[in-house]
């Protein structure tokens, strides 16, 4: 008690035993973080470990179940999103929520316009231009106010989000991910940002998976793991390793079933598959029988490269062989042909159709089978239907539910069925865990492994390391869209997976992002 | 669904208006209104004669608003019907003149078709806004139309012609007879063919369809095409009912059968909708128009009114489908 009234005067902010439950998982437990002004906290951990929860907490999209947050010394209850701006905390988000249309300083003071003369409703866009140039200088931007949003690149519409968050008068700035699409220059220029910010008096909170740079400028740095508070260190005094295995803990490998089966003959081949500037020259292979794990981090180009070779985009050089033939694809009908079967992350955007029943969902992709005379005969796919429905456990109202319905896992398993339902051999699937359960994440790595015993082969990527190293055969490395390394899953140690998704297994090139190329 | 229920004859037919009715909201009481208001004021509402004009116009607007539920079914809407029943009015009309009665309206036919192609393979392969794609259609058919004939209506067709707007098959005008056969095709394409399920898939969640393997694109162009049979078939049996070749023929045709699809409860947003909401979206359109015209209510007023009632159905459906 004494030691926080000390701490009054001083910190900007406080969280004391952060609680936050989503239904079956719980994100944050008793998690503590504090900020001095004219400090940089780092705030570094796994994905799922708990940081982008902790940072909405913070500039209130979410709020906690359980802990309090002080703000310079006062309790406050932080309930929306513009409570958080009037309290001076500042949030630069790494998607854009910046209009083109408009221009830069148009952006920079969206909502928050001059008025001519006092005159309402009629705004003073060249004050609004002055007041923008001011900020850019002081800011050592190198944009026009004047400039259309439009006509600006990734790393420049970046900044612009930086300078709208710093033209209002912030104590608390958090910076989830931000040098993620700048060249190594735009980086030093926003270093030079942080710390003059530093000088005056704004405590940082920053997020980065790149530890090397983020290092630079931390004064401090807090752990998560898996929703729970670990340590916090000064920066100085700690070294990457250490703060890796930190990232890591001690993990034990009974939440992956993995069973094991016989590896049989090779099922696909991919050779030199490019497409720039997403990924280049990817070879690999898959077995039947066999799971093989592609970590990366987001933007490493992972999911790209399956896209590609399901057909759902394309790619400009190489060759795919499917059963040691040369396979053509050019659309997902073409990958379905060949027996694969691309299972997408994001289940609703991309996977299933929400307002079509259980039944329809699960024989959409080979309806062709219930056809004569291109007269459908439901009886026949409402059995089909039900066969596999059973076979995968879905639990649903009755099979003419629609898929809307059911839970997150489930909708899965529907998916999984309509790929079963089209004889798939080969199965692609992106992060397929991802915003699920525990429980039905354990089910979902028991199909898995049932599909592989029934003479499939599965491709599996995942940002979750543990997942990959659970339940994969063999494991490949990708960084800025190159495959960087290929492990054995069982030997593989977590430590070395991690510095290789992060780029430190190759000599770091420089810090251009792979997709900033030309 | 509930198959087991109703054991009696009137059992079924109960649980048969009460499937009809499911999920329509506010329609069939509008209809009862409708019926009972007309009916109580004017004697000549209920005859026999009326019944069939009203049968008639409900064919006519039947067959553009069926054809209209395919692309709103996928997120679309073709505005060019209009356009396209008045080049195929002249078109079809001027071939009958040539070749004949049955060479004439089965190019017809056609040529509506052709429209609908262009229009879904522009919006498919280009991705362009259906609303911009087919406005533009409109009014090229139009224009050709009107190019064509310099204006003026053809006369002189062959007397035959006029049986399918004018004959009866027992009691029932032909075009009743027409457009039931169609709602019965439409039924079977729509819940009984793959290219019915795919329109669904497609207009519920275009990725997810893709990713299952169906050509969306083709999908996409064979729905519009079929729109553009049934304006080609509209349009014919129109021209056979006022016997000419009228390039000025459906200028009210988009919004009318974008009404009676949205006022049945189909989806502007796509994915979701049933051929008997938009069998009693035809109904209440044409009710309404019957009942105005008997009331004697000024013609203008009549389109006010009609206006009125098809954005009162657009906001129903925002609310309807509205997700946050």
Redesign the interface.
């Known amino acids: 008690m004494l030691d926080i009234r000390n701490h009054k005067r001083d910190v900007i902010l406080r969280m004391q035993n952060i609680t936050k439950r989503f239904p079956g998982v719980l994100a944050l437990s008793g998690v503590h973080f504090d900020l001095y002004p004219g400090e940089v906290h780092l705030l570094i951990g796994e994905n799922g470990a708990g940081k982008s929860t902790l940072i909405k907490i913070i500039s209130g999209v979410y709020r906690p179940d359980e802990g309090d947050i002080f703000v310079e010394g006062k309790k406050v209850t932080i309930q929306r999103p513009h409570q958080a701006k009037e309290l001076g905390i500042s949030t630069i988000y790494q998607e854009f929520a910046l209009i083109p249309h408009l221009t830069v300083a148009q952006n920079v003071f969206l909502g928050r316009e001059i008025s001519a003369n006092g005159i309402p409703f009629l705004i003073d866009n060249s004050s609004i231009d002055d007041r923008c140039q001011i900020l850019m200088e002081r800011l050592k931007l190198p944009l026009r106010p004047r400039e259309y949003v439009r006509n600006l690149n990734t790393a420049e519409k970046q900044l612009v989000e930086i300078a709208r968050a710093l033209s209002t008068k912030s104590k608390i700035l958090i910076m989830d991910e931000p040098t993620s699409t700048l060249t190594s220059r735009e980086m030093e220029r926003l270093f030079d940002m942080v710390i003059q910010l530093k000088h005056q008096g704004v405590g940082i909170i920053y997020i980065s998976h790149r530890l090397e740079e983020a290092k630079r400028i931390g004064d401090r740095v807090t752990v998560l793991r898996d929703g729970k508070y670990i340590d916090t260190l000064a920066v100085k005094k700690t070294g990457i390793d250490h703060l890796i295995s930190l990232m890591v803990g001690e993990e034990i490998s009974e939440r992956f079933p993995k069973e094991k089966t016989e590896k049989g003959p090779e099922v696909l081949k991919v050779q030199n598959l490019s497409k720039p500037p997403f990924f280049h020259e990817i070879t690999f292979s898959l077995h039947k029988g066999e799971i093989v794990g592609l970590a990366g981090l987001l933007g490493s180009g992972k999911e790209k490269v399956l896209r590609a070779i399901c057909g759902v985009e394309g790619f400009s050089m190489g060759s795919i062989n499917i059963g040691g033939k040369p396979a053509k694809i050019s659309s997902c009908q073409d990958a379905i042909n060949y027996g694969i079967s691309y299972l997408p992350s994001d289940k609703k955007e991309e996977g299933i159709i929400l307002r079509m029943s259980v039944g329809q969902n699960v024989t959409l992709s080979s309806l062709k089978s219930y056809c004569s005379l291109g007269i459908l005969r439901p009886k026949k796919e409402t059995e089909v239907a039900h066969e596999f429905a059973e076979r995968l456990q879905i639990k649903m109202p009755s099979i003419r539910a629609l898929v809307e319905y059911l839970s997150g896992g489930n909708q899965q398993k529907v998916i999984i069925a309509r790929s079963l339902c089209c004889r798939s051999k080969i199965f692609f699937f992106d992060e397929p865990t991802q915003g699920i359960d525990v429980g039905a994440k354990v089910e979902i790595y028991h199909l898995l492994n049932e599909l592989v015993k029934q003479g499939a082969a599965v491709l599996l990527a995942s940002s979750e390391l543990p997942e990959l190293m659970g339940m994969c055969d063999r494991i490949f490395a990708m960084y800025h869209g190159e495959i960087v390394g290929e492990y054995n899953a069982q030997e593989v140690n977590q430590k070395e997976l991690l510095r290789a998704i992060f780029g430190k297994e190759k000599h770091s090139q420089d810090e251009v992002p792979a997709h900033m190329h030309h | 669904?509930g198959r087991n229920t109703g054991k009696n004859g009137s059992g079924i037919l109960l649980n048969l208006t009460k499937n009809l009715f499911t999920g329509m909201g506010f329609i069939p009481l509008l209809i009862l209104l409708l019926v009972v208001i007309t009916a109580l004021n004017q004697k000549n509402f209920a005859t026999f004669s009326n019944l069939q004009n009203i049968s008639r116009q409900f064919s006519l607007l039947a067959l553009i608003a069926v054809g209209q539920m395919f692309p709103i079914l996928i997120a679309g809407l073709d505005l060019s019907q209009g356009g396209v029943m008045g080049a195929v009015s002249v078109l079809s009309t001027l071939a009958m003149l040539e070749y004949g009665v049955i060479p004439g309206c089965i190019l017809g036919i056609l040529i509506g078709g052709m429209f609908g192609l262009v229009n879904g393979t522009l919006i498919a392969l280009f991705n362009i806004s259906p609303f911009v794609v087919t406005l533009g259609m409109m009014s090229f058919a139009r224009g050709l139309a009107l190019m064509i004939t310099n204006g003026q209506s053809i006369y002189g067709l062959p007397d035959s012609f006029s049986y399918l707007g004018t004959e009866y098959i027992g009691p029932f005008p032909v075009p009743f007879i027409i457009a039931s056969l169609i709602f019965f095709i439409s039924y079977?394409i729509l819940?009984?063919?793959?290219f019915g399920?795919?329109i669904?898939?497609t207009g519920?969640?275009e990725?997810?369809?893709?990713?299952?393997?169906?050509?969306v694109k083709l999908i996409k162009a064979c729905a519009y095409m079929y729109c553009g049979l049934l304006a080609g078939l509209a349009s014919v049996v129109i021209s056979s009912r006022v016997n000419s070749g009228q390039p000025n023929l459906g200028t009210g045709a988009p919004l009318e059968s974008i009404a009676a699809v949205v006022i049945g409860g189909v989806s502007l947003f796509g994915?979701?909708g049933k051929l008997r909401g938009v069998f009693l979206g035809v109904v209440v359109l044409s009710l309404i128009s019957n009942s105005l015209n008997i009331l004697n209510v000024n013609s203008y007023l009549q389109m006010m009114i009609m206006a009125m009632v098809i954005i009162l159905a657009v906001i129903v459906d925002r609310f309807r489908y509205a997700k946050d």
């Open positions: 669904m079977v819940h009984r063919t793959r399920r795919y669904y898939a519920g969640n990725p997810a369809a893709k990713i299952s393997g169906i050509n994915g979701e």
